[in-house]
């Protein structure tokens, strides 16, 4: 298409809210009146759908579970008054806690005021709350916020060096839903563990944010934790930034999330609408579809041309790539199903893969974000009426039209800053996309089995090591590899044992190995107490 052309197509496809100052721009992805035609049932089926989730029809079979994180910043849509109340009741709970924190009226046992925040979860109890910090906290914050969001000893041990003397005033939270999650129930570990070295009362530190009747809330319970906030079953992880998973760490640094509330609620109100080009969810979704041909055949690149918005692609792996993807649809039939998330900002990745984009391989379609505001402060001219914003809004706009003239897909999403409000409304509007485009393609977007298998996979490897250490405290002379499967009764699992003792003689964990540890049939094991 010619210049002209593509002005026009941007004007009819444009969408633009005037009261979150929002755009977004999907004339640049390759779809025509047929597809729109076509998809016109499939829409008209995603916005009953949505309606029937909202009034809390069972989302998620497997636990027999509502989906309810659109309840969160409009309790009034909650389908029973006590949802409702239990809504309004929790938050003011947070923002209660909150105060007292800041205040100091809950304050450490040594007295003072607490400095710092070291939340301990994984997942989506780690991914919102990280991208939101990155993105609203203040430079100079209440308390300043740490994330331990793996098992990693090595990664465990640097944050907690980098929080250094002020153990004393850091708050711990810690976030699971069942209160079992391994990752966080290590962390836990590892983390009360440092308190009681330095003689400080872990209880009185902590908070807990758990299910009802979880094991971490019997825990904080019998503890006396400071406080205990509510993870509901009714709200995924991967869409529980706006619960208390992510709004006390929010308030506590300082971050308005009232207004992040609202701007999710403003854009929950326009991606309800029950017409495609008025819904901004609905557009992105079919702009998705478009792309990867209803088949995911396409990976989703985000760029946003912000620094505050660098985690943003890595809330949005969980958000997208947990939702949608998926072996069976909604039939039984083998679909699998699914949209590759990856990203990081402009211009940085226009000095690391855009050459591969415009030249290389045609297997995705690209997200800008663009952000109109540069500064809070005065402008700075880098060159006579030219300024660095300049620049990086030309950078943007060039990789767009370089990318578009070899026929490669992209949406641009435009912003007027980067605030509590707007992302409050990003959150609301992906959250709803992913939804509209489940039901496009007749996936369940509310339950992960793949998650759980690979759960159980691994709970699987720690039982084989409980058995292969068992067996060799039982042996007197070192064994092969084979000998040692055959003793702890998993002969068809030898290449995992290897494995194992390879990873605890790396730790001067009893295991002795003898022979070259490179060729496993040379190796003889044996156990040291």
Do not use: C
């Amino acid at each position: 298409m010619d210049n002209l052309t593509l002005w026009q197509r941007y004007q009819d496809w444009l969408y633009y809210n005037e009261d979150l100052e929002f755009y977004l721009d999907i004339s640049r992805i390759s779809f025509d009146d047929a597809l729109v035609k076509e998809l016109e049932p499939k829409f008209t089926k995603a916005f009953k759908d949505i309606e029937a989730l909202e009034g809390g029809a069972i989302a998620n079979p497997d636990e027999n579970r509502m989906v309810g994180h659109y309840w969160l910043r409009d309790p009034d849509l909650a389908p029973t008054p006590e949802l409702r109340q239990d809504i309004v009741d929790t938050n003011n709970s947070v923002i209660d806690f909150q105060q007292k924190i800041h205040s100091g009226k809950i304050h450490p046992p040594s007295g003072g005021k607490f400095t710092d925040i070291l939340s301990v979860g994984i997942g989506g109890s780690a991914l919102g709350p990280q991208f939101v910090a990155q993105a609203l906290a203040p430079n100079d914050p209440p308390l300043k916020i740490h994330f331990i969001d793996n098992t990693d000893p090595e990664g465990i041990d640097k944050v907690l060096a980098q929080i250094g003397d002020r153990l004393e005033t850091t708050l711990v939270s810690v976030i699971s839903k069942s209160g079992g999650t391994p990752e966080t129930r290590n962390g836990m570990i590892e983390v009360k563990k440092v308190y009681e070295n330095n003689n400080l009362d872990f209880a009185a530190h902590a908070f807990a944010i758990t299910g009802k009747s979880s094991k971490l809330e019997a825990i904080a319970e019998r503890e006396g934790w400071l406080a205990i906030f509510p993870m509901r079953d009714w709200v995924g992880g991967r869409t529980s930034e706006l619960s208390p998973v992510g709004l006390v760490a929010a308030a506590l640094q300082g971050i308005d999330i009232q207004a992040m509330l609202q701007g999710a609620k403003m854009m929950d109100a326009l991606t309800r609408k029950h017409s495609l080009r008025d819904n901004p969810a609905a557009l992105l979704a079919m702009a998705w579809y478009a792309a990867g041909h209803g088949r995911g055949e396409k990976d989703m690149v985000l760029l946003p041309y912000k620094d505050s918005l660098l985690l943003f692609s890595r809330y949005l792996q969980q958000l997208i790539m947990e939702s949608l993807g998926k072996e069976k649809d909604l039939d039984g039939n083998v679909v699998n199903q699914g949209i590759a998330v990856y990203g990081n900002k402009g211009s940085t990745d226009q000095h690391a893969y855009v050459q591969q984009l415009r030249e290389g391989v045609n297997n995705f379609f690209l997200t800008f974000i663009e952000v109109l505001e540069d500064r809070t402060r005065d402008f700075v001219e880098i060159e006579p009426g030219i300024t660095s914003g300049d620049y990086l809004k030309g950078f943007l706009l060039g990789t767009r039209t370089a990318l578009n003239d070899k026929q490669r897909d992209s949406i641009t999403i435009t912003i007027p800053k980067v605030n509590e409000q707007i992302v409050g409304a990003l959150i609301a509007l992906y959250e709803r996309a992913v939804s509209i485009y489940a039901s496009l393609v007749n996936i369940n977007a509310y339950h992960q089995p793949g998650v759980e298998a690979g759960k159980k996979a691994a709970a699987s490897v720690l039982n084989l090591q409980k058995q292969v250490v068992e067996a060799l405290k039982q042996t007197s002379s070192p064994l092969s590899l084979e000998e040692l499967a055959d003793k702890a009764q998993v002969r068809e699992e030898v290449e995992t044992v290897y494995k194992i003792v390879r990873h605890l003689n790396a730790n001067k964990r009893g295991v002795i190995i003898q022979g070259d540890i490179g060729k496993p049939d040379t190796m003889k094991i044996s156990w040291q107490s």
